[in-house]
C-alpha cells in the first residue's frame, strides 16, 4: 500500500472499517485540514459511528491507513490518540451523571499531567468556560441534571479539555430540539473561530451539519458517494433527496 503524503491534519487512506469480516466502510480516502469543519453525511447504520471510532483508536483497522499530523495511527491504543492530539466526543455523550460538571470535564484532562500539569489544566477550563458560558455557570452541578443541550455542549467541552488539535464529532445532534441543535452548531462555529481545533462532524442532520462545514464526505452503502464543499453537497440532488427529504 502506497501512502499519499500530505500536510492535511487527518488522513484516511483506502480506509476499510467494520468488525471481524463484517466490512462497514471500504477503501474510503478523506482529509481535514487545519482550520476546518468536514461533515461526515449519512443515514443511519452507514457507518459513521464505526469510522469515527477506528480513527480514534477503539476499533483495529480492517485495511489501509490513518495518519494523525503525518504519523500512521494504526493499531495505537486509544489512549495513546489522545496524547498525540484527537479526541473523540461519542454518539451519546457517556458522561457520568452522577458528577459534577466540573469533574466530568477534568475527566477530559487526563493527558495533562506531568510538569506543568495545573496550568495547562487550568487553560483548558478557561478555553472551555469562554465557549460555554452555562457550563461555567453550573459546574458544581451534576451533570445528569443538565438539560439534553448543555449535556451536548459539556461532551464537546470534556473532549476540549485534552487540548486536541482535531475533534470528532459523533452525531452531536441526536435527540436535541431543532432550536437546541442550531444553538449548538452557532457554538461549534463559535469554537472554530476561538480555538486552533479542527472538527470532523459525522451528521445525520445534514442541513444542520453544512451550515458550519467547510467541505463534506456523503456515505451510503460503506462508500463514499461523493463530496465537495458545504454548499455544492447542498445544492446536490442526492443530498437534497436522501438526507434533507426534497429535490428539485
Known amino acids: 500500500m502506497s501512502l499519499t503524503i500530505t500536510n492535511s491534519l487527518l488522513t484516511t487512506n483506502d480506509l476499510s472499517v467494520g468488525y ?7 477503501d474510503l480516502n478523506l482529509h481535514l485540514d487545519r482550520g476546518e469543519v468536514v461533515a461526515l ?4 447504520g452507514m457507518g459513521k459511528t464505526t469510522l469515527m471510532s477506528t480513527i480514534a483508536g477503539l476499533i483495529p483497522v480492517l485495511n489501509g491507513a490513518i495518519q494523525l499530523k503525518g504519523e500512521i495511527i494504526n493499531g495505537l491504543a486509544a489512549e495513546d490518540v489522545v496524547a498525540r492530539g484527537l479526541a473523540l466526543v461519542p454518539q451519546g455523550k457517556l458522561l457520568f451523571p452522577s458528577l459534577t460538571v466540573a469533574d466530568n ?13 495545573r496550568q495547562r489544566v487550568d487553560h483548558a477550563f478557561e478555553t472551555v468556560f469562554r465557549i460555554f458560558p452555562v457550563l461555567k455557570e453550573k459546574r458544581k452541578q451534576r451533570a445528569g441534571t443538565l ?4 449535556q451536548q455542549m459539556l461532551a464537546v467541552g470534556r473532549g476540549l479539555m485534552s487540548c486536541p488539535d482535531v ?16 444553538e449548538l452548531m452557532d457554538t461549534l462555529a463559535k469554537l472554530i473561530e476561538e480555538t486552533a481545533v479542527s472538527i470532523l462532524l459525522a451528521e ?3 442541513e444542520a451539519a453544512l451550515r458550519i462545514a467547510h467541505r463534506g464526505y456523503v ?10 464543499s458545504a454548499q455544492q453537497l447542498a445544492e446536490s440532488d ?11
Do not use: C, H, W
Open 167 to 182: 475533534l470528532l464529532l459523533d452525531e452531536p445532534s441526536t435527540g436535541l430540539a431543532p432550536f437546541v441543535v442550531l
Open 204 to 206: 445525520q442532520n445534514a
Open 20 to 26: 471481524g469480516l463484517s466490512v462497514v466502510v471500504k
Open 147 to 150: 438539560s439534553g443541550g448543555q
Open 41 to 44: 453525511l449519512g443515514t443511519n
Open 238 to 248: 442526492i443530498v437534497k433527496l436522501v438526507y434533507l427529504g426534497k429535490i428539485t
Open 219 to 228: 456515505l451510503g452503502g460503506g462508500r463514499l458517494m461523493t463530496e465537495g
Open 105 to 117: 470535564l477534568r475527566l477530559g484532562a487526563y493527558r495533562l499531567g506531568g510538569k506543568g500539569e
